[in-house]
């Protein structure tokens, strides 16, 4: 199933290896959408109008929880793991969501 996904989203070792040797992937913090490194992050703050917020807080997605950045398509789209299930936020909705690498 997953292997899907990683030749879908371009999930790439060599971006991924370029990425974690950056100084600016080794600890982000700013918008979902900016974030190129895998692995576990926090969500730090929501932003946007009050009906995009209200979506986010419906999907789980509210600051201080923790998820985990499954594929970066460099801001077009992103799969985010939470609560046990996972989303696939556009890019409007990943550049509302301030997050902290963990």
Do not use: W, Y
């Not at 913090?29 to 932003?47: D, F, N, V």
């Amino acid at each position: 199933m997953f292997k899907g996904i990683n030749k879908k989203c371009s999930c790439i070792a060599k971006k991924i290896r370029h990425c974690t040797t950056s100084d600016k992937c080794l600890k982000h913090h700013g918008p979902l959408s900016e974030t190129c490194r895998l692995g576990k992050l926090k969500i730090c703050k929501l932003t946007g109008d009050r009906r995009e917020c209200a979506k986010m807080a419906a999907l789980g997605l509210l600051p201080g929880q923790e998820a985990e950045l499954l594929c970066a398509r460099n801001g077009s789209q992103c799969l985010l793991k939470i609560h046990g299930g996972t989303l696939s936020l556009d890019q409007n909705t990943s550049n509302n969501i301030i997050v902290e690498t963990i």
